[in-house]
């Protein structure tokens, strides 16, 4: 209990004297002050609709449950071996964490390279700033929808590089099963560059001027003041962009089904997708299956790449 | 005179950033929703292959006419705003009740209360398992149901904000109530409540962002049992892409985008600066 007993009231921790009020036990003092019980609606409503459906997940996921029988019955580790054993399992891990890795680099690259270009507080930068803002506010389903028009191999996009190069020009964006999974990582990146870009701005503003000032005097170039100075100074806003990019496509599913659908050959079907897929046909067992395969892939996967990321703010 | 070419050069791009930035907003933003938008004015037999060009005559009125019958648009709005209101109500007062206390208590049991509590942010919810649960809880395919999943998904989110602008505000406020021998639940609501507004705004923002856009945990839930903007744009879709009725996708994909739109362009200084300041410390 020795944490408990380095808590006194931040007031007087200034001082010298110890405080003249005779000290309570603190512990019987947060009990008044600071009941427990406060606490107790957030943790009931997430152990009931968070945290025991994660246990179940660990259950459902060895059974055979599905909706084309009443009773459902343990099988053992056989949903796992049944998806290895067609290859959709590995394929659909490949397919989840390409997918994530391609919307990380492209969401902050697009995401920082905005916000480079609309750093000064101009009014005409402000205007424009709203504007990448758009999408971020969409559904993402009709996001999907709108690059699924535009992506069509008689769609604007071909048009238009039609018109430019003057040579017919009729690619199947979203039909081509090796770049397709890059093309669809570009849109989810464009839905939401514009939240990097405010989180990038904002970790712009933090940098004190007279540091580049300094710089400046010492004779460095923008250039070099940029990559010396502002990009170490950007890594808090680096690890919650990277960190969110990941999450946020990892469980991803709104883009992919509205543009793709999992297609072509389902080589974009994410995990989400085929949980989706799964569960409309009636295979609980095999979609709590996958279920279980992206709660463990994420966590696996998530801490680490925020430990990492923390540590090396703490370096740099 | 070694810096001459160098001061030219940033007043080069000094002139040229403005030029920059409005041509990189019309193409990468201008060219998609100006599809979105000429698009949902064309007849049907205009927008069978979705182009940039503009509709021989406009058919906005008409199109929004149809979605709005057949999209069943008010019975979703409804539906949405009958998720999306207690959600954020029911996260914000739990949520801040919770992180109060958890911010203040510096115990190891609240130390590991508050990893459990923020640990949601990463962990992907089970969501085909939970539709097993409510089953069982008599709540399958209920707006109630509904509102219970997204306040478990998204507690994890207002915890942890909340509890790092908490750890922010010094105590002695709440000693002087605490001294003039108010409750605790008093000091919650009369002291600390009203210096967590902006905090609060950052999570309602956000929280309506996800909840009012989602779909993937609204099929699971209440798919065909209860309509919600996304889900009636999936139908709608879903039935008007297999008839080349881009027109009206589109169409709804405006009337479903301007609430969110409208509240945004209101509020937009403090939107963005609840986004940036709750992100980067």
Known sequence: ????????????????????????????????????????????????????????????????????????????????????????????????????????????????????????????????????????????????????????????????????????????????????????????????????????????????????????IDGASRWRAFWAIKSPLLAPAVTFNVATALLGSMNGFDIVQATTGGGPARTTEILNIFIYRTFGQGLFAQATTMSLVLFLLVALMAFPVIRFLRKREEIL | MTTAPRLSDARVWTRLQPFVAVLLGAIVIGIPLWLVVVTAGKS????????????????????????????????????????????????????????????????????????????????????????????????????????GVYTGIYLSTVIFFVTGFVRTIPVSLEEAAQIDGAGPFTVFRRVVLPMLRPVLATATILICLYVWNDVFYAFFVVGGRLDTLPLNLFRVASAGLYLNNWHLVFAYVILMSLPLVAVFVVAQRKIISGITSGAVK
């Open chain 2, 44 to 147: 049907q037999g205009e927008a069978l292959a979705p182009n940039l060009a503009l509709p021989s005559q406009w058919h906005l009125w008409e199109n929004f006419a149809t979605v709005w019958t057949a999209g069943e648009i008010p019975a979703a709005f409804f539906g949405s705003l009958l998720v999306v209101v207690p959600t954020v109500a029911g996260v914000l007062v739990v949520g801040s009740l919770a992180s109060w206390v958890l911010a203040r208590r510096a115990t190891r049991l609240t130390a590991v209360l508050y990893a459990l509590a923020i640990s949601g942010i990463v962990l992907p919810p089970a969501v085909v398992t939970v539709v097993l649960l409510l089953r069982h809880l008599g709540l399958a395919g209920t707006a109630l149901g509904m509102i």
């Open chain 1, 1 to 216: 209990m020795s944490t408990a007993q380095q808590t006194p009231v931040p007031v007087h921790s200034g001082t010298q004297t110890p405080a003249p009020v005779p000290r309570r036990p603190p512990g019987t003092a947060h009990r008044r002050t600071h009941p427990m019980w406060f606490i107790a609606p957030a943790l009931a409503i997430l152990g009931v609709f968070f945290f025991l459906p994660t246990l179940f997940n660990f259950v459902y996921a060895f059974t055979d449950w599905s909706s084309f029988k009443s009773d459902i019955n343990a099988v053992g580790i056989e949903n796992f071996t049944d998806l290895a054993a067609d290859g959709t399992l590995f394929s659909a891990l490949r397919i989840t964490v390409v997918y994530a890795v391609l919307v990380a680099v492209f969401q902050n690259a697009f995401g920082f390279a905005l916000a480079v270009l609309l750093e000064r507080d101009t009014r005409l930068n402000r205007v424009v700033r709203v504007f990448f803002l758009i999408p971020v506010l969409m559904s993402a389903l009709a996001v999907g929808y709108v690059f699924q028009a535009l992506l069509k191999p008689d769609g604007s996009l071909n048009q238009l590089i039609e018109a430019v190069t003057r040579h017919p020009f009729q690619y199947a964006w979203l039909g081509d099963t090796t770049w397709t999974i890059v093309v669809v990582a570009v849109i989810h990146a464009w839905k939401w560059m514009g939240l990097s870009m405010l989180i990038y701005l904002a970790g712009l503003k933090t940098i004190p001027e007279d540091l580049l000032e300094a710089a400046h």
